[in-house]
C-alpha cells in the first residue's frame, strides 16, 4: 500500500530540500564502496595487525577476502542496567558469525552513560554532547577498515542516535542494530512518581525514596517507562535497522539469544560478498527518516528525539526541520499510552500486541511507507509481526494479532486515544519549541500566567522550599541551551512543578533545555531556539511577563509590546561553574562549536540540516 497523501507530501518536501546534500552523499557511499568493503586495499602489514590474534583459518580465510568479517561497535558496561547484557553478546555473535561461515570481531566499545545517574548532576552537561563523541568513537572502530559489515549494540539515550550517526558515516556498509530489551516489570511507574511527590513534600524520606527508585529500576534492561531509550528501540524497528519483533524482548531470555544470532546471521547475508548487499547509507532514505518520525508520533516518544532525529538524518544527507516534525504530528494519531503518556509500561505495550501491531495499523491506513529497503529485506510489511521461540531454538514469527490485548495501552487506528500525535512544534515571539502534548491534559494545554524567571533547575527548586512558588505562574529556565552548558535534562523540575500542579496551581514550563523523554503532565515548552546564551528573545523575558502557551494553536508567546521587548537588553549569565568539573573542561570545544537545537544541536559542521535553513 503507497503512503497516504498528505504523508508523502510531506516526504516529497523533505526530499526536494535535501536532493543537494543526498546526492553528495550518496556519490561518497559509491566510492567508498568501490575502495573498501574488502581487505584487498590493504598491506600485509595493515592485515597482519588486523587478524593477528585471529585463529590459523582465520587469518587465511581473511587474507583472502574469502569470508565476510563483521564489526561490532558494543556500548557495554556492567554500571548500566540497559548495556550490562551486552557482555556476552559477543561471544553469542561470534559464534554465530562462525555457524554462518563468517568472522566477527569487536571493533571498538563507545561510551554510554545514563541520563538517571546523572539527572540534577554536573555530569549532565556532557550528556547531549556524549551522542557525538560516541559517534566518533564508533568511526575509530570502523576506520581500520577491515569489515564487511557491522553490528551496533546500544539502547539508551544519547548511545543509539550516535550510532546511528557512526552508522551513516560508515554508509558503504551494511548495518544491523542488536538490542537489548527492557527490564522486567517493577514498581509501577505511577506508584515510584508518587514517592517522588511526597519525599518532595517532605512527607517520605530518603530511605523510602530509595526504596521505590530502587523496586523501579531493579535489573538488567533498559527503563521501562516511554523515555528516550525505548523510544531509540522503536525508531530502529519502525526505520528498519532492527530484525523484525526484536525490540522489546526481556534480556536473558532464550528468544532474546536467539534473536541476537539471527541479526548476526543477517547482517552477514546483506554484505558486498553476497548476492543482498544493503548498504545502510542507501537502506535509509527520506521514507525511512518519515517513517521514523511517524512512530514516534504515534507512540508518544521522546522530546529528544526532535533534537536526535535531525541529526541522524543529516548524517545520510537529509535535512528535516521541525516544521516537518509538526506537520506530521498533524496527520497521525496517538496509538499508544506507555507512562508517562498512561499507566502501563513498555512491558504491557509490547504484551498487548507492541510494535507488530501498531506497525500494522499504520500501514493499513497508508500513514507509514511501506516501499522502503530494510535489514530483513523489501518493504515494512514483514514487521507486522511477533517474533517467538521456536521448537529448534530459533526464532519464528507470526503475524501481530488483529486486535489488541489491551486497547487502554494499544489502541487500534480506528479508536486513537487522540487525532494528532504525541509532539508539537511552538511558534511565536520567543521562538521556535517543543512540546510533549501526550501526558498534558487537554484541558492543561493552554496556560497564561507571569512568569517567574530562573537561570537553573537549583533555583526553582530553592524556591520551592523555600515556598515562593505560590499562585499560577509559568517558570522561565534559561542558559539551559547547548552553547551555555551542554542542553541538560531538567527531570529534577518534573516532580516540583507537578507537586504545584496536583495543589491546584496552573504551571508550566519554559526553557531552551531539554526536559527528556520522560516529560510529563506539565506543559513544557522545551528546546526553545534560539537559546538565552545567543541572545534568544527567552533572555529578554523579566519576572511578571505575562506570557501565553498555546499547546492546541502551537504558539509561545511573551504578551509583552513588540517595541517595548524589542528594545530590552538580553538578560547576563555567570556560566564559570559549569564549565569545570567532571569533565566539562574537556568539553569547551563542543559548547563553542554546537548548533542550534532545531539544527540537531552538533558539534559536527557542514551537514545536511544547514541545507534546511538556508
Known amino acids: 500500500m503507497t503512503a497516504r497523501r498528505d504523508i508523502e507530501a510531506i516526504t516529497e518536501r523533505i526530499r526536494q530540500r535535501s536532493r543537494p546534500g543526498r546526492e553528495a552523499y550518496l556519490g561518497r557511499i559509491a566510492e567508498a564502496s568501490n575502495r573498501t568493503a574488502n581487505r584487498a586495499v590493504l598491506?600485509?602489514?595493515?592485515?597482519?595487525?588486523?587478524?593477528?590474534?585471529?585463529?590459523?583459518?582465520?587469518?587465511?580465510?581473511?587474507?583472502?577476502?574469502?569470508?565476510?568479517?563483521?564489526?561490532?561497535?558494543?556500548?557495554?558496561?556492567?554500571?548500566?542496567?540497559?548495556?550490562?547484557?551486552?557482555?556476552?553478546?559477543?561471544a553469542l555473535i561470534k559464534d554465530a558469525a562462525r555457524?554462518?561461515?563468517?568472522?566477527?570481531?569487536?571493533?571498538?566499545?563507545?561510551?554510554?552513560?545514563?541520563?538517571?545517574?546523572?539527572?540534577?548532576?554536573?555530569g549532565m552537561e556532557l550528556s547531549l554532547f556524549s551522542r557525538d563523541v560516541i559517534a566518533m568513537a564508533a568511526a575509530i572502530g570502523l576506520s581500520h577498515n577491515m569489515f564487511d559489515a557491522a553490528v551496533y549494540l546500544g539502547v539508551c539515550d544519547k548511545i543509539v542516535p550516535g550510532l546511528v550517526i557512526a552508522a551513516l558515516t560508515f554508509g558503504h556498509l551494511p548495518a544491523v542494530f542488536i538490542p537489548a530489551g527492557p527490564m522486567t516489570t517493577g514498581l509501577p511507574n505511577d506508584e515510584k512518581a508518587k514517592v517522588r511527590q511526597l519525599y518532595a513534600e517532605g512527607k517520605a524520606g530518603r530511605a523510602e525514596l530509595l526504596e521505590a527508585e530502587s523496586k523501579s529500576y531493579h535489573g538488567p534492561g533498559t527503563c521501562t517507562f516511554y523515555?528516550?531509550?525505548?523510544?531509540?528501540?522503536?525508531?530502529?524497528?519502525?526505520?528498519?535497522?532492527?530484525?523484525?519483533?526484536?525490540?522489546?524482548?526481556?534480556?536473558g531470555t532464550?528468544?532474546?539469544?536467539?534473536?541476537?544470532?539471527?541479526?548476526?546471521?543477517?547482517?552477514?547475508?546483506?554484505?558486498?560478498?553476497?548476492?543482498?548487499?544493503?548498504?545502510?547509507?542507501?537502506?535509509?532514505?527520506?521514507?525511512s527518516i518519515v517513517n521514523g518520525i511517524v512512530g514516534l508520533h504515534a507512540t508518544g516518544g521522546s522530546t529528544n528525539h526532535t533534537i536526535h532525529l535531525v541529526a541522524m538524518a543529516a548524517a545520510a544527507g537529509i535535512a528535516i526541520?521541525?516544521?516537518?516534525?509538526?506537520?506530521?504530528?498533524?496527520?497521525?494519531?496517538?496509538?499508544?499510552r506507555v507512562y508517562p503518556n498512561g499507566l502501563a509500561d513498555v512491558n504491557h505495550f509490547h504484551a498487548a500486541g507492541g510494535l507488530g501491531f501498531l506497525i500494522r495499523e499504520?500501514?493499513?491506513?497508508?500513514?507509514?511507507?511501506?516501499?522502503?529497503?530494510?535489514?530483513?529485506?523489501?518493504g515494512l510489511r514483514p514487521y507486522a509481526v511477533e517474533a517467538k521461540l521456536g521448537a529448534d531454538g530459533g526464532v519464528v514469527r507470526e503475524d501481530?494479532?488483529?486486535?489488541?490485548?489491551?486497547?487502554?495501552?494499544?489502541?487500534?487506528?480506528?479508536?486513537?486515544?487522540?487525532?494528532?500525535?504525541?509532539?508539537?512544534?511552538?511558534?511565536?515571539?520567543?521562538?521556535?519549541?517543543?512540546?510533549?502534548?501526550?501526558?498534558?491534559?487537554?484541558?492543561?494545554?493552554?496556560?497564561?500566567?507571569?512568569?517567574k524567571v530562573f537561570d537553573s533547575q537549583q533555583g526553582l527548586n530553592e524556591a520551592f522550599k523555600a515556598g515562593t512558588l505560590t499562585g499560577d505562574f509559568i517558570a522561565v529556565i534559561r542558559f539551559q541551551g547547548p552553547k551555555a552548558n551542554g542542553m541538560p535534562e531538567l527531570h529534577k523540575l518534573t516532580t516540583v512543578l507537578g507537586v504545584l500542579q496536583d495543589r491546584g496551581q496552573h504551571v508550566a514550563l519554559v526553557t531552551d533545555g531539554r526536559m527528556s523523554g520522560a516529560s510529563g503532565k506539565v506543559p513544557a515548552a522545551i528546546h526553545v531556539t534560539p537559546e538565552a546564551v545567543e541572545g534568544g528573545p527567552i533572555a529578554r523575558i523579566q519576572e511578571g511577563d505575562i506570557i501565553r502557551l498555546d499547546a492546541d494553536a502551537g504558539t509561545l508567546e511573551v504578551l509583552v509590546p513588540a517595541g517595548d521587548f524589542a528594545l530590552r537588553r538580553a538578560a547576563d549569565s555567570d556560566l564559570v561553574g559549569n564549565e569545570f568539573g567532571f569533565g566539562r573542561e574537556l568539553f569547551a570545544g563542543f559548547r563553542q562549536m554546537v548548533g542550534r537545537a532545531d539544527h540537531g544541536a552538533s558539534a559536527f559542521g557542514n551537514n545536511a540540516a544547514e541545507f534546511a535553513l538556508q
Not at 61 to 83: C, E, F, K, Q, W
Not at 99 to 122: F, L, N, R, S, Y
Not at 427 to 450: D, F, W, Y
Open 321 to 336: 526541520t521541525w516544521q516537518d516534525i509538526s506537520d506530521l504530528s498533524e496527520a497521525v494519531p496517538l496509538l499508544a
Open 400 to 451: 501481530s494479532p488483529r486486535e489488541s490485548g489491551d486497547e487502554k495501552v494499544l489502541a487500534p487506528f480506528k479508536k486513537a486515544f487522540q487525532p494528532t500525535g504525541g509532539l508539537k512544534m511552538l511558534s511565536g515571539n520567543l521562538g521556535h519549541a517543543v512540546i510533549k502534548t501526550s501526558a498534558v491534559k487537554p484541558e492543561r494545554r493552554i496556560i497564561e500566567a507571569p512568569a
Open 362 to 378: 499504520l500501514l493499513d491506513e497508508g500513514i507509514l511507507h511501506e516501499d522502503v529497503q530494510t535489514v530483513w529485506g523489501e
Open 99 to 122: 555457524e554462518a561461515g563468517g568472522i566477527a570481531q569487536v571493533a571498538g566499545g563507545v561510551p554510554a552513560m545514563c541520563d538517571g545517574v546523572t539527572q540534577g548532576q554536573p
Open 227 to 251: 523515555g528516550t531509550a525505548n523510544s531509540n528501540q522503536m525508531l530502529m524497528e519502525i526505520m528498519g535497522l532492527h530484525t523484525p519483533g526484536a525490540s522489546f524482548v526481556n534480556p
Open 254 to 287: 532464550p528468544l532474546r539469544d536467539a534473536l541476537t544470532r539471527e541479526a548476526t546471521k543477517q547482517a552477514l547475508a546483506i554484505t558486498a560478498l553476497g548476492n543482498a548487499y544493503t548498504p545502510v547509507g542507501r537502506m535509509i532514505d527520506e521514507r
Open 43 to 90: 598491506s600485509c602489514g595493515n592485515l597482519a595487525h588486523g587478524f593477528a590474534v585471529c585463529s590459523p583459518s582465520e587469518k587465511l580465510a581473511l587474507g583472502g577476502d574469502r569470508v565476510p568479517n563483521l564489526g561490532i561497535i558494543t556500548s557495554y558496561n556492567d554500571m548500566l542496567s540497559a548495556h550490562q547484557p551486552f557482555e556476552t553478546y559477543p
